[in-house]
C-alpha cells in the first residue's frame, strides 16, 4: 500500500495569511503512461463529507476559490491557501489514486491564530 | 447535478451484517470512466477506502486487504445503486461509511451514514 504522510498534523494561521499543508507518498505516485500525479486533496468541515478540492495534484475543481493551490510531483506534494478565510477552518486530506487500495494522508487541521 | 443517497441501518450487533445501499442520481452506475466506491472514516483508522466496482464491459470490483474476506460490493442496474455487505461485524467496525464517484479523484459523496457495532 501507498503510505500518505501529511505534516503538520495541526495548523494555525492569521486571517489573511498563508497557509501550506505538506503531504509526502511512500512511492511516486506520477502515472508514466499519462505523465499525470494520481493525487488529490480534500476539504472536510465537521459533520460533512469530504470535499474534493483539487486533483492531478494542481487542478482545481470547478467552484473552487482560486486561493486554494497544490503543487508538487512524483512523492512530494503541497496544498496553498494564499489568504486564509475564516471559512477554510477543516481537516484537510490528501489522497491517492495511482492505484487500489487507494489511501488518505492522515490529515492536517487547519485553525485561525 | 451527480447525488448519492445512502441508506442502511446505524446499529448493527457484532457478528451480524452490515448492509448499506447508495442510490445515484444524475449519473450511471454503469458508467465506463468512473469507479463506485465505499470509504469508512473513524477516529483510530481515519479515512479507509474499502472496495470499488466499475464497468468496463464487463463488471469488476477490487477490495482493500483488510475487509476482503468479508465484503461484498455489488451494482444494481436495474436500480441505479450499488450496495455493500460487510459481513461478521466487530466493534471494530465501527464508522462512518462514505459511498463516493470516482472519476478518478472522489468527486462526488454520499452524506454518510454512521454505523454502530454493539450488542
Known amino acids: 500500500d501507498i503510505v500518505m504522510t501529511q505534516s503538520p498534523d495541526s495548523l494555525a494561521v492569521s486571517l489573511g495569511e498563508r497557509a501550506t499543508i505538506n503531504c509526502k507518498s511512500g512511492q511516486s505516485v506520477l502515472y508514466s503512461s499519462n505523465n499525470m500525479n494520481h493525487l488529490a486533496w480534500y476539504q472536510q468541515k465537521p459533520g460533512q463529507p469530504p470535499k474534493l478540492l483539487i486533483n492531478?495534484?494542481?487542478t482545481r475543481e470547478s467552484g473552487v476559490p482560486d486561493r486554494f493551490s497544490g503543487s508538487g510531483s512524483g512523492t512530494d506534494f503541497t496544498l496553498t491557501i494564499s489568504s486564509l478565510q475564516a471559512e477554510d477552518v477543516a481537516v484537510y486530506y490528501c489522497q491517492q489514486y495511482y492505484g487500489p487500495p487507494y489511501t488518505f494522508g492522515q490529515g492536517t487541521k487547519l485553525e485561525i491564530k | 447535478q451527480v447525488q448519492l443517497q445512502q441508506s442502511g441501518p446505524g446499529l448493527v450487533k457484532p457478528s451480524q451484517t452490515l448492509s448499506l445501499t447508495c442510490a445515484i442520481s444524475?449519473?450511471?452506475?454503469?458508467?465506463?470512466?468512473?469507479?463506485w466506491n465505499w470509504i469508512r472514516q473513524s477516529p483510530s483508522r481515519g479515512l479507509e477506502w474499502l472496495a470499488r466496482?466499475?464497468?468496463?464491459?464487463?463488471?469488476?470490483?477490487d477490495y482493500a486487504v483488510s475487509v476482503k474476506s468479508r465484503m461484498t460490493i455489488n451494482p444494481d442496474t436495474s436500480k441505479n445503486q450499488f450496495s455493500l455487505q460487510l459481513n461478521s461485524v466487530t466493534p471494530e467496525d465501527t464508522a462512518v461509511y462514505y459511498c463516493?464517484?470516482?472519476?478518478?479523484?472522489?468527486?462526488?459523496w454520499g452524506q454518510g451514514t454512521p454505523v454502530t457495532v454493539s450488542s
Open positions: 444524475g449519473d450511471s452506475v454503469s458508467r465506463n470512466n468512473a469507479a
Open positions: 463516493t464517484r470516482a472519476a478518478p479523484a472522489m468527486d462526488v
Open positions: 492531478w495534484a494542481s
Open positions: 466496482t466499475y464497468y468496463r464491459s464487463k463488471w469488476y470490483s
